[in-house]
């Protein structure tokens, strides 16, 4: 790994997106310019700290982390969890790049982020050069239903995967995020036929797209799914 020397800071702001404040941290000053995406009841400062930030050379990638609304700084008002809300999350990812002059962009999103860098590869189709999604998944079978049925109390997690929550929220908004993100995925496999609004748009993206996932989620189904929709995806 090569970093460059003097490191350059990584610098946190807000900028007003539609109806709210939307948190960001910016890294690097390079012509690649790329947007993260944190997973469910993330943050930036949890999913991308600076020590993943600083594995790229800041010379070559300016990286945009944001906050969705609801997650970490882009708090009040709290976030409310809803089958469309990663459809909703990335009209303010592809405005905040606006706002910021950081387009074109590769967007890189995590978990439930994936979702929504789906939806704003599709929606910002002459914005997005390139699209990233790891662990992600736009469709829910009975085994991830019961998984996050099996883990809506989060008050029965072991401490040791409480704890990088609990470093920037509090056990109540963590329990009551987690619950109604758990019923979320409940609904879509229950109402929606296991399908996430995200999946419905898989075959609009065009642009190159890199699946990452690891061997043993049990959180992501089989990559095929989406391969299927998109089949120049690797």
Known sequence: MTVDENPVSIIEGKEFIKDRDIGYCKYGNGPIKCLFICGGVGSYKKDYPEVVLRAFKESE?????????????????????????CKMDSEYCIELMKALNQ????????????????????????????????????RVDWRGDMAFKGMRNTRQWLQSSREPYLEFYSDEYLQEQWSALCDVVAKVYSDLGGRFPSDLVLHTIK????????????????????????????
């Open 61 to 85: 990638v300016t990286i945009i982390c944001i906050d969705p609304p609801g997650y970490g700084t882009s708090r009040p008002p709290d976030r409310v969890q809803e089958v469309n809300r």
């Open 103 to 138: 387009t074109p962009f590769v967007c890189l999103g995590w978990s439930e982020g994936g979702r929504t860098a789906v939806h704003v590869a599709s929606n910002g189709k002459h914005l997005v050069t390139h699209l990233i999604l790891l662990a992600t998944s736009t």
């Open 207 to 234: 642009c190159p797209v890199l699946l990452i996932n690891g061997g043993s989620d049990r959180f992501v189904m089989d990559p095929k799914w989406i391969q299927e929709k998109i089949p120049h995806a690797l």
